[in-house]
Structure formats: structure tokens, C-alpha cells
């Protein structure tokens, strides 16, 4: 028997979802790493999330162009660090690094990236609970008390670090405190603090210490960019003034243990009281002369193991006009301190050795490790930064919680799966098999589009990204409902299933898709103003709504069409219609005319 006229449509449009799913899956197995795993984010595989907030000296919106620019750096600065499967992206005017594992401290150190100089270190006083420890002696134009004796034993450990002479009719270091690298190997320059350095000797402060001038009372109407600029001229008009007299009393009143209100914002043409980054192994406050050369001079660093000194060392080669601003600079300092700043604080301040170093090329050493020289080298290597940042968001989560939070998102998704097919069953009798088809080929387009936008865009999915998706399984319900209902409508008129599919269709699209328009324009504007993780809901939420009008055409309608032009589905036992054609027949036993079509 052929088949009824019509009967080809519904199978083409099928035909054409079968290869929609099959062009889908072609991707995800035969392009990119032919993996068909989604990307998860760090609360559904364990990670760090940073979020990095631009701030400006004057307060202003920083530009997109500089925004790029830190984006760039910063990648390469985490591809320096070997971290695998990390992310740095711009959201509005913040940078959001995303880096996976347990190992939250690496993200964490990424935020520190910002603006390096390098100034000479003019003071030095150790600090304890990041305060001046009374007593301690100063480095640079002071007058430090060195060490009665000092080991004149070449196999003697090297006492490199102790705080320099001043200039002037000093003894040179001894010969066992001296590097003294092959001729093929660069210059060298001794890390100061991190070494075995001998106790500080102590030193006599005025009986009166200068105070600092007082700081003008807050105001409590200030915008978050006015009060943040206001701390950032209040600390410039201390931590850089020219006059010693401040100086001294900025370098007593800082406390290195609370947030650098200067951070990346200090001027590089002034002198600089800041302090030691945090967690060093010796914290000193610093008194640093204006910046010589800029951390954009560095052309690169590397971290390596000097054989025959048994050490790890960091090694530096400058651009050519950072070239000669170091051998200026190394002339004039031997034996002295030199601060590489990052971020205003100092990340290391080696002492001098020879000078001056031509060639462009130097090698800090100290006690480094193999993971701290490898650190200090990429910091100095990526460090410089358009724009200084501070963190305003970090989240870590352990692997075990990720891994606990992807199964109860499972969970949860196939119990709504399960009710919403319990329910179709229940009250559409077989017609829910016909649903439940429809959500399976829905889930099977939606599991591919993810795996192939985490491969091409870089989306992640999250836990709300999940739940965005749960949401979607309802929503495509609700079309089978309007559909459904349509149906039934069209049945209570007198009219046959046959008849009643294709006029029910007729009129549930139309209110389909007015819900799906409103569905959507709500998550584009859901994704559009939000931030962070809500925007994964809005968009697999997006996603769902999408795909939905198009399963709901290309599956659900050509199925329902199939189904009305079969004996066995038209049977009321079967479709659960039967108390539709009941109401339909006591109205036409009451006078009420219903006129039957059919096609």
C-alpha cells in the first residue's frame, strides 16, 4: 500500500536531524583532540578561579586596548609556568585566570603580575609581623655595622648577603664572597635576602622619631574610584616624598602585613618606601631610589643550575637600551643593592658584585629552589604589565568536591528527566514515549554543541551551566504540553486525532515560539549584563532555547504527524484521548454541530 500523501515530509524533516546530529558527532570525534568530553569548569574538575580588577591612578576606565595587552602577557607568563589547561579572559574591565588542579597557588601568583622596575636601594631595615624591627641595621647610605670577622676561607659558605659597605674607603669582600663565574658565563649579581645571613648588627635611632603627617579624615561619599584614588595620592604624598625626613617616617609607619594601597601605581621617576613581597623568607622595608630601568627592557629570564657552583641561579639579558642603563647602573653600585619591583614591592634585591656589566646580561643567585628561580625568572620575564591589578574574586576547589559537584548535577538532571518522562507517561499515556524521544535526540544534539564550543570558544561547563541545561529539559517539556493540549482542543470540537494533530500544530507553534522568543531574549540580556559563572546559566540556557524550537520542528511536530496517521496510535487506549472524543460525541448528542475534517 503506498503511503498517504504527506507521509514523506515528516521523514525528510527527521532525515535532516539525523544528519544535523550526525555532522555534530562528526566533529567532536574526528576534529581538534577527538575527545568527546566537555570542558568543565574549576567548581566541576577542581581549579582556581582569579578575578583581576584594572586599577588606574586617576580612577578612569581602563582601556580594552591595555586590557589585551595584560591578557597577552599574562598568558604567556602562565604557558612560562607549564600550567596546562589554564584560561585568562577579559570579562568587562577585569581579567578572569582560570587555572586547573590543586595547586591554587599558581593562579594566585599570576595576580601579582604588574608593572617592574628596577631602583637602587638606597635604605634596607628588616621587619618582624611586617613592622620595622627596632634595632636592625640599614643598608645603602647608612652607616651598617658589619660583622667583626669575616671567613676568609674560600671553601667557607659565602657571606655574600650581608648588607654592603657604604661607599668609600671600605675593604672589598673577601675572596670567598665573591662570585667569580667562568669567563663564558655572565656576570654575576648575589641575591641578598634568602641566604644565611649573619644576625643584623644593631644600630641607634634618634631618641625621636619623625612622625608622619597626619592623614586627611576620610569621606564617607566617595565613589569606589574616588576613595581608591584618594589612597593612592594619600600614599604617594609619604611613600615618595623627597624629603628624608618623610622618608624615615614612612619606612617606620608601613606595615608590610595589610594591602599595598599602591600597588602598580607608584610613580617610577620618585624614590619609593615599600616593602618586601609577601611571604618572603627575610622582609625588609626598603628605601628605593627612582626607577633606571623599566621591566619592559628585560628581553628575557631564565632559571637554571650553576654546576659548579651547586646552585640554582636566574639569569637576565636586557634590550639594548636596558643593555646600557645595567652597566650604568652596575658601575655605580657595586657592592651595593639593587630592588627589581614588581607591583611596588620588591620581589629581589641582590647585591652588586662587579660592575660595570656590559653586554646586557647579569645572574642573580641566592638560595633558591628549583621551582623559586623558575618563579622569579617568569616574573621577570612577564612582569611588565600596561596596568596594575589588584584580585577582587579567588575561589579554589579541591578535585574531590569537583568531582562531588559533577555527580550531583548528573543526579539532579536525570531526575528531572525521570519526572518530566513519569508525568508525559502518566497523563499523555503513549503519546509521552513520543516526548520522551524528543528530549533524548535534544540531550544527544546538546551534549555535542558543548563538547565543540569548550574545543573552539573555550566554554566551560560549570554548575550553573548544569543548571541552565536542567531548566532547558522543563522548557522543552512545556512545548510538548502546549502541543499536547492543542491536540486535545481541537478532539473536545469533534474532530478526529488524524484531523486534530496537524490544526493543534497549526496553532501551539505560534505560542511555542512567542514563549522561546521571550525565553531567549532573557538570556541574551541574562548573559549580557552578568558576570562570572551567571553568564554559564544564561548561556546553556540560550543554548536549550535554541535548540528546543528547532527539535520541537525538526522531531516532536514530524513524529506527531507520523503518529495521527496510524491505526494503532489513533486508538484511545493508546494516545489516552479517548475522554477527549467522549466530550466530543455528548456534544454532538446535545445539538452541538461539529463539523469533521479530515486530510
Known sequence: MPPSQGSAHPLRLLGVYAALLAVIYALVFFTGDNSPTPKLGIDLQGGTRVTLTARTPDGSKPSQDSLRKAQDIIESRVNGLGVSGSEV????????????????????SLATTAKLYIRPVLDAKQTVNGKIATGTAGTGTGTPQ????????????????????????????????????PAAEPPAVAEAPGADVPAPQPRVFPAQAPTSPPAPPGNGNLTTQEQAQ??????????????????????????????????????????LVTCSIPGAENPEVYLLGPSRIDGQEIKDASAGLNSQQARHEVNLEFKSGGSDAWAALTGEMVNKRVAFVLDSRVVSAPVVQQGPQQGGRTTISGSFTAASSKELANTLKYGSLPLSFQTSEAETV?????????????????????????????????????????????????YGIIVLLGRWIGFTLDLAGIAGLIIGIGLTADSFVVFFERIKDEMREGRSFRSAVPRGWARAQRTNLSGKTVSLIASVVLYILAAGQVKGFAFTLGITTVLDVIVLYLVTAPLMMLASRSPWWSKPSVNGLGAMQQ??????????????TSR
Do not use: W
Not at 648588607?163 to 665573591?178: F, K
Not at 595620592?233 to 625626613?245: F, G, I, V
Not at 466530550?583 to 469533521?596: N, T
Open 230 to 271: 584618594k589612597e593612592i595620592a594619600d600614599a604617594r604624598a609619604t611613600r615618595q616624598s623627597t624629603d628624608p625626613t618623610v622618608q624615615q617616617a614612612a619606612m617606620l609607619a608601613i606595615d608590610c602585613a595589610k594591602p599595598d594601597p599602591l600597588a602598580g601605581n607608584d610613580d617610577p621617576t620618585l624614590p
Open 146 to 181: 658589619l660583622p667583626a670577622t669575616l671567613p676568609t676561607d674560600p671553601a667557607a659558605p659565602p657571606a655574600t648577603d650581608v648588607p654592603p659597605p657604604p661607599a668609600g674607603d671600605v675593604p672589598a669582600p673577601p675572596a670567598g664572597d665573591v662570585l667569580a663565574p
Open 583 to 596: 466530550i466530543a460525541r455528548e456534544r454532538g448528542a446535545g445539538g452541538v454541530p461539529v463539523k469533521e
Open 398 to 446: 579541591s578535585a574531590t568536591l569537583g568531582l562531588s559537584s559533577l555527580r550531583a548535577g548528573l543526579l539532579a538532571g536525570a531526575i528531572g528527566l525521570a519526572v518530566v518522562l513519569l508525568y508525559c507517561l502518566a497523563y499523555y499515556r503513549m503519546l509521552g514515549f513520543l516526548a520522551g524521544f524528543s528530549l533524548i535526540a535534544a540531550g544527544f544534539a546538546v
Open 89 to 108: 579572559l577579559i570579562d568587562g574591565d577585569n581579567l578572569v585566570i582560570t587555572v586547573p588542579g590543586d595547586d591554587s597557588q599558581q593562579a594566585r
